[in-house]
């Protein structure tokens, strides 16, 4: 709902976090996660770097403007103040048994390119590139899949 009392639109980010909340658990107060999928949110202006590992969000600015109101499956983050953020507590965003090798990017807004890429260390980077003047909201899900169990 907005400020004016008209319900805001929903949006494609929306629609799918709705249905994970369905089939996976929410981020709760004891950082327990159990989603295979990373919600991203966030306004980019120019190019920028989020590196994802088990253990930590790292964000590398690379021109333009930084990027604003960045959340990764509910977690609120600024990565002009903090550019790591720790996969921990109450900063968890992400399951702690997933792999990420064959990981999948979606993207349901934003103008310019995302692209997702994997180094082989369980840890990917996806590269934005807003390249039009000024700044776009990219709405996007990378999944997972889960670890293999131990033989």
Do not use: C
Request: glycine share 8%; hydrophobic share 30%; proline share 8%.
């Amino acid at each position: 709902m907005s400020s004016t009392g008209i319900p805001r639109p929903q949006t494609a980010l929306d629609k799918v976090a709705a249905e994970q909340q369905r089939s996976a658990s929410d981020p709760s107060a004891d950082g327990n996660v159990s989603a295979t999928v990373l919600r991203l949110r966030v306004t980019i202006d120019g190019r920028d770097e989020l590196w994802l590992s088990p253990t930590h969000a790292e964000w590398k600015h690379l021109q333009s403007d930084p990027p604003t109101l960045v959340e990764m499956n509910g977690v609120g983050w600024n990565p002009q103040k903090n550019p790591r953020l720790a996969n921990d507590g109450k900063t968890r965003f992400l399951a702690d048994d997933l792999s990420f090798a064959g990981a999948t990017l979606s993207k349901m807004k934003g103008r310019g390119a995302v692209k997702l890429h994997e180094d082989g260390k369980e840890r990917i980077h996806l590269l934005f590139n807003d390249t039009p003047k000024g700044s776009d909201t990219y709405e996007l899900t990378v999944t997972f899949s889960p670890k293999p169990p131990k033989k």
